[in-house]
C-alpha cells in the first residue's frame, strides 16, 4: 500500500515543473459541494453561516486526511458568484445546490443603466464583498490564516451569463452586438477595478504577478464570436497582471473549448484547465508550451468510472504530457459532489506508478 503522506509531501516540490522534479505532479481540489454531499450538509446554510462552514469543513478535514491524507483548510466558500455580485443580482440560496444569482439585466435596453450605475459603485461595499471581508476577518481570528484575494476572476462570457442569464447573453449577443460590447467593455474596466481594489484591500503582494480566468460559458461562444466581443476584453486583463514572459495566464472551463486554441495561443495563455472531452496530445498541438491541467475527465471517468478506467486514462496523460513536463494531473473540470475516495485514491496510485520522470 503506498503512503499517501509521502506521496503529498514529495508532490509540493513536483510542482515547480522547471526544477529536477522526481515525478508528474498531482492537482486535486475537493470543492464545497462535493463536501456538502459528503457530509449531507444543508447547502444554504454551508454558504451562508460561517461557523457551520469552517466546523464542517474541519471535520471533513479528518475524514480525507485519513482516507486520502489530505487537507482541507478552512476557507471562504461563496460557490462561483461572488465576482459577479458587484453587480447587483440577488443571490439565491438552495438547501441543495451551490449559490445562483438572478440576473440583474433582464432586457438589453437595460444594459445602460447597469454601465453607468458600474461607474460609481464602491467596489468593497458591492454584493458579497462586504460578507467576504468579514469573513476574512474572522478566518485570521480563529486559524491565524490572512487570505489574500487578486489573482483570479470569473472570465467575460461567464460573468455575462451571471449578469443577464446565459440564454439571454448568447442571444442578445447576436441580436443586440452593441449593447453587449457596450457591457463587455463595462466588465473589463469593472474587473480592473475590483482586482485592483480585492488586492490593495487584502495585502496581495506586488511582486506576485499572473491571472486566472473561469469562464465555461466561453466554450459556447464560436470562434469568430469570441474574438469579437471577448478576446481584447480578456486579453487586456492578462497584460495587465501577467505583464511578462512566462507570468501565469491560467484559463479554466469545464466544456468544449479547442476551436478557441488559436485564440489562446495568440493571448499568451500557458497553463489551462479544460476541455474534459479531449486528450493532452490534442491541447499540445495548438499550446506546444502549455502546461495542462487535466486530463481526467471528471464525470465519465473519476465519477461513474471504475479504479482502472481511471488509472488507464492518468497513464495515457502521462505517456502524453506528464514526461515532457507539460502536464500537472487533475481533472479537466471540478471534481464532481459523489466522487469517490477509490477513485481518487487511483489517481495518487497511478502517478506513482507511471510518472517517474524518465
Not at 443586440?176 to 503582494?205: F, H, N, Q
Not at 485564440?263 to 496530445?281: K, S
Request: charged letters at 25%; hydrophobic letters at 40%; proline letters at 5%.
Amino acid at each position: 500500500m503506498m503512503d499517501l503522506k509521502e506521496f503529498w509531501r514529495v508532490n509540493k516540490e513536483c510542482l515547480d515543473l522547471g526544477a529536477d522534479i522526481p515525478r508528474v505532479p498531482v492537482d486535486i481540489h475537493l470543492p464545497g459541494d462535493w463536501v456538502c454531499e459528503f457530509l449531507g450538509l444543508d447547502m444554504a446554510k454551508y454558504h451562508m453561516d460561517y461557523e457551520y462552514q469552517q466546523s464542517n469543513r474541519l471535520k471533513c478535514n479528518e475524514i480525507t486526511g485519513r482516507e486520502l491524507a489530505y487537507t482541507i483548510l478552512p476557507a471562504i466558500d461563496f460557490g462561483v458568484i461572488m465576482d459577479a455580485s458587484i453587480y447587483g443580482g440577488r443571490v439565491n440560496y438552495a438547501s441543495n445546490a451551490t449559490p445562483t444569482l438572478t440576473p440583474v439585466v433582464n432586457d438589453p435596453g437595460e444594459i445602460d443603466a447597469l454601465i453607468k450605475h458600474m461607474e460609481s459603485v464602491d467596489i468593497l461595499q458591492a454584493g458579497l464583498i462586504p460578507k467576504f471581508m468579514e469573513w476574512r476577518d474572522f478566518l485570521k481570528r480563529d486559524f491565524g490564516m490572512e487570505l489574500r484575494y487578486g489573482g483570479d476572476l470569473k472570465g467575460c462570457a461567464t460573468m455575462m451569463g451571471q449578469i443577464c442569464g446565459i440564454t439571454n447573453f448568447l442571444t442578445w449577443i447576436l441580436v443586440y452586438p452593441e449593447e453587449i460590447k457596450r457591457l463587455i467593455a463595462c466588465w473589463r474596466e469593472t474587473s480592473i477595478r475590483y482586482i485592483d481594489a480585492m488586492r490593495e484591500a487584502t495585502g496581495y503582494p506586488l511582486d506576485q504577478r499572473g491571472l486566472s480566468l473561469a469562464s465555461d460559458v466561453a466554450g459556447m461562444l464560436s470562434p469568430g464570436m469570441y474574438r469579437e466581443f471577448v478576446m481584447d476584453a480578456e486579453l487586456k486583463l492578462y497584460n495587465r497582471y501577467a505583464p511578462k514572459a512566462g507570468d501565469k495566464r491560467y484559463y479554466h472551463a469545464d466544456y468544449h473549448m479547442l476551436h478557441h486554441l488559436d485564440a489562446f495561443r495568440e493571448m499568451g495563455i500557458n497553463q489551462v484547465n479544460i476541455d474534459p472531452y479531449v486528450d493532452p496530445q490534442a491541447i499540445l498541438q495548438k499550446l506546444p508550451d502549455a502546461v495542462i491541467y487535466g486530463q481526467v475527465p471528471p464525470t465519465d471517468v473519476l465519477l461513474y468510472g471504475t479504479p482502472e478506467d481511471v488509472i488507464n486514462c492518468v497513464k495515457r496523460d502521462i505517456e502524453q504530457a506528464g514526461y515532457s513536463r507539460h502536464l500537472i494531473v487533475s481533472t479537466a473540470g471540478s471534481i464532481n459532489p459523489g466522487t469517490s475516495f477509490e477513485n481518487l485514491r487511483a489517481i495518487c496510485h497511478a502517478v506513482d506508478t507511471y510518472g517517474r520522470m524518465r
